[in-house]
């Protein structure tokens, strides 16, 4: 079979089908529109979401993952509710890292009260690391790569953002990407249980917090990021002249 190998800029790495959506589709949009290379990984096929079938859920990923203008998406197949940074995981996602050498990746934060997206954090710190290493998983025939850099979408309000990118212009196509994953979220129509995030509420207040982020960088819409690592800035008064809110 056929590897594919597309090089990417960014890659996002989150569990379920519908996280990466969720919590980074409009920076990706962003990003796509300013010529870099954008890809996801799913960790899992979501089957133990309440709503939809493995199959269907695959399909809504496709074509969010056209929505977002994604160059790849790719599924981990990691067991939905049991994700571990096990050998075997951290092998799998160092060959994905390896194959596409992305120079940043978004993934969850490990504060997150999901212990699928506080693992496959977890796995992410570490696949990164360990894909920069020559012995590790020499059988495979991949070169190593420079560490990628981590930056950590967030929803908790105890962690700050370390930055928060205006996506203002990118609303409506995210919340497109996401309601791509029709069978997860509120339709009138809909017959299977309700879940937290079938509630009609749920992608309202999914929208408010782009607008509160949005808010503290004095626009109207943003996403929210963590890095743990110290910034290097090249030119300070550049960044600090960027657009602010003073009483954020
Ligand atoms: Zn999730």
């Known amino acids: 079979m056929p590897e594919d ?25 962003k990003l796509k529109s300013q010529g870099y290379r954008t890809g996801v990984l799913d960790v899992t096929r979501g089957e133990m979401g309440t709503r939809g079938t493995p199959e269907g859920r695959a399909e809504e990923a496709r074509e969010a993952a056209r929505v977002m203008g994604l160059d790849i998406r790719r599924n981990l197949g990691q067991p939905d509710g049991h994700v571990w940074p096990t050998e075997e995981s951290r092998r799998a996602m160092v060959r994905v890292i390896r194959a596409h050498r992305p120079k940043v990746i978004f993934t969850p934060h490990w504060d997150d009260p999901h212990p699928d997206h506080a693992n496959t954090c977890r796995l992410v710190r570490e696949a990164a690391r360990l894909a920069s290493m020559r012995r590790y998983d020499e059988e495979a025939g991949q070169a190593a790569v420079q560490v990628p850099a981590v930056a950590h979408s967030i929803y908790s309000r105890l962690i700050l953002p370390s930055f928060i990118v205006d996506v203002s212009d990118f609303v409506e196509e995210k919340m497109r990407a996401i309601r791509a994953h029709a069978s997860q979220f509120y339709r009138a129509d809909a017959l ?39 910034l290097n800035i090249d030119d300070p008064v550049a960044l600090l002249t960027r657009p602010m809110n003073i009483y954020s």
Do not use: C
């Open 5 to 29: 190998e597309t090089e990417l800029d960014v890659l996002g790495v989150f569990s379920h089908p519908d996280d990466a959506e969720l919590s980074v589709a409009g920076t990706l949009l």
């Open 192 to 230: 299977e249980p309700e879940t937290r995030i079938s509630d009609k509420n749920f992608l309202n207040q999914i929208e408010w917090r782009m607008r509160y982020y949005g808010s503290l960088i004095g626009g109207a819409a943003g996403e929210a990021f963590y890095v743990r690592e110290a």
